[in-house]
């Protein structure tokens, strides 16, 4: 076709990486919070998904249920993946226009 550089397409999907990345290492260091039991459970992770703490409040240890507390933890940790989840598809769709590109998440 003329007229159509496929460089600039090129150099314009480099830049876009290259901003993804950038976006990604940033996102590594944030923090979002998941709770449960009414904050009996609170979890740290980052917005690349990585758990960075638990903290079990002395409450919930003192209900001296094993399975609630298994359980509790468990809904804590989903919720601050998915929390992250949505904070990284929410920062890296600004950077690609909202476009779904495989294999970014």
Sequence with gaps: MPGLDLNYFVRQASKMTEKIEQRKTELAEETVEGKS????????????????????????????DTGMLEDLL???????LNTSRTLMQTELGKLTGGMKIPGLL
């Design 74 to 80: 468990v809904a804590a940790v989903n919720n601050a």
């Design 37 to 64: 039991g009414d904050n009996l459970i609170v979890v740290l992770a980052s917005g690349t998904q990585e758990i960075k703490s638990i903290k079990i409040s002395p409450e919930a240890m003192a209900l001296n």
